[in-house]
């Protein structure tokens, strides 16, 4: 193979990793490529980055990137410089690699792919997996004192995997990627357990019945310590002042507890990152309960997180989230029912992989929507989406984009209206106000 020509500014590295390799969120199923065998080729070449800071290693269908974060805070308030590995980004390709909330600058990411191009055509990896080599070299290489992972898709199979972590978190099992992960909650649990390891500690933020036993078979088999956050702590929520009453078995833990991540729905993240700080205050980590409080009120100052019931305007009140699967948008839909307004509108998208006619089944019939894709080749066409949804009761328009959708609905919208944009990360992404 002839020698390519290196790189000399970032716009082209980056036209490079979306183009040359294959991207998920463009490309679908052709894009991932099962297996550890790149991942650790990578490492390999890389003196294993990986295992020269402790990581924590977070998996689940829904709320793992909000875990993510949470503790990325938590742990940057209690003093450790903290590296955070999300996926997908929104905005930025830089956005999925960051430092105590500053994401890896750009030149870093042009030498890491002009330093390793040769490999890198080699091996052939994905975008995915070249991009987790990217993180683990670039926490080795700034010495971070922890790394929090968040899994891509899956776990057991998934680029991250190659870890080994001090603590396992897994956020909750609902129907998503079946083509790739299993067709029933089992299978899909089965896969995101795969990221338990020998002797490391493993907490379960939400009990399912339907699955909790594959969890614990699991944990046996590798001599884990399982723990059931619901177990530990529990939460009253009061709607009025949006803040948490925290009970750590019976005893008041934490009072007024105002997280920055929206929602009622979050609470189920909250138990998950209460229990997993409770398990790293055990091994040693001096994290005191002022530290949780402020990474979890402060946690988009800290990290820079976004798209989660995050709020774009007042007047009328515009809320955007990732939700994209059906669990995740039943949650949003449980959330706006706490929410006074006179009319509802809903700017939506999906991917052509999804099943559409059961998303559309869940969505409210007393709403105008307004129904656009994003720019990919998987995004599902708008006004096919349109005839879709009309069969479902639906009612709305086509429109071409997620700006000119979200002009309309603010021209139509009266001041006391909710505008809510939901059904896709990518969706979400295009929008200018994030």
């Given amino acids: 193979m002839p020698d390519r020509k290196l790189f000399t500014h970032y716009p082209e590295v980056i036209e490079y990793l979306y183009g040359q390799l294959a991207y998920f969120q463009h490309s679908g199923a052709k894009a991932l490529k099962p297996g550890l065998k790149n991942i650790r080729l990578l490492c390999d070449h890389l003196g294993q980055p990986h295992l020269k800071f402790p990581s924590i290693h977070i998996a689940g269908t829904n709320g793992k990137g909000s875990t993510a974060n949470m503790i990325a805070a938590v742990l940057q308030s209690a003093g450790y410089k903290t590296g955070l590995y999300t996926s997908p980004h929104l905005k930025s390709f830089t956005e999925r690699i960051r430092i105590q909330g500053i994401e890896i600058p750009e030149r870093e990411v042009l030498s890491f792919v002009n330093k390793n191009l040769e490999l ?163 091994l040693g980590w001096e994290i005191r309960k002022s530290d949780i409080r402020e990474g979890i009120e402060l946690c988009t100052m800290y990290t820079g997180f976004k798209g989660r019931w995050q709020i774009l305007h007042r007047l009328p009140l515009t809320i955007c989230d990732i939700a994209h699967n059906e669990d995740g948008i039943l949650e949003v839909f449980q959330q706006i029912k706490h929410l006074n307004y006179k009319n509802l509108h809903i700017i939506t998208g999906f991917s052509k992989d999804k099943d559409i006619k059961k998303m559309l089944a869940i969505y409210p019939s007393k709403a105008f929507y307004y129904f656009c894709h994003y720019n990919s080749p998987r995004a599902l066409n708008a006004y096919t989406l349109k005839e879709t949804a009309q069969s479902a009761g639906l009612s709305g328009k086509a429109f071409e984009s997620v700006s000119y959708a979200l002009q309309e609905a603010q021209n139509l919208a009266d001041k006391n209206d909710l505008i809510l944009i939901l059904g896709s990360a990518y969706i979400i992404a295009e929008l200018a106000e994030i």
């Fill in 120 to 282: 890198i055509e080699n091996i052939q990896p994905s975008f995915f997996e070249t991009t987790v080599a990217m993180a683990f070299q670039y926490f080795a290489q700034e010495e971070v004192d922890v790394a929090v992972i968040e899994v891509g898709m899956g776990g057991r199979l998934d680029s991250t995997n190659i870890i080994y972590p001090v603590l396992s978190v897994i956020t909750n099992i609902s129907y998503d990627h079946q083509a790739f992960l299993g067709e029933t909650l089992q299978e899909i649990a089965a896969e995101k357990a795969g990221i338990i390891k020998e002797n490391t500690p493993v907490v379960i933020s939400q009990y399912q019945e339907e699955v909790f036993q594959v969890f614990e078979a699991k944990a046996r088999s590798c001599d884990a310590d399982l723990f059931l956050a619901t177990k530990g702590f529990h939460l009253e929520y009061s709607k009025e002042a949006e803040n948490f009453q925290v009970y750590k078995k019976d005893d008041l833990y934490l009072s007024n507890l105002k997280p920055d991540l929206k929602g009622e729905y979050q609470q189920k993240n909250l138990l998950g990152v209460l229990q997993s700080l409770e398990i790293l205050i055990k």
